[in-house]
């Protein structure tokens, strides 16, 4: 597995977690407000990590999703 490969996996892994947290969160399944505000700060972290890395692949011009005309 080359590089790009990975960080795409990992990429995919961020997205499928940010998803699990947002459905577990509005379904209203935190079991307290304690609990619930983990699960949110966690979403912004997480969606923190995969900013930085769309940041980082389109720098690095490895980024399918960005525009380079």
């Not at 597995?1 to 969160?25: A, C, G, H, P, W």
């Not at 930085?52 to 490895?62: G, I, P, T, V, W």
């Amino acid at each position: 597995m080359d590089v790009l490969d990975f960080l795409k996996k990992y990429q995919k892994l961020l997205n499928t977690r940010i998803e699990e947290l947002s459905v577990s969160v509005t379904s209203g399944s935190a079991r307290s407000y304690e609990d619930y505000k983990a699960r949110v700060g966690e979403i912004q972290g997480v969606a923190f990590a995969l900013d930085e890395l769309r940041s980082l692949l389109q720098k690095a011009n490895y980024d399918e999703d960005s525009d380079s005309t």
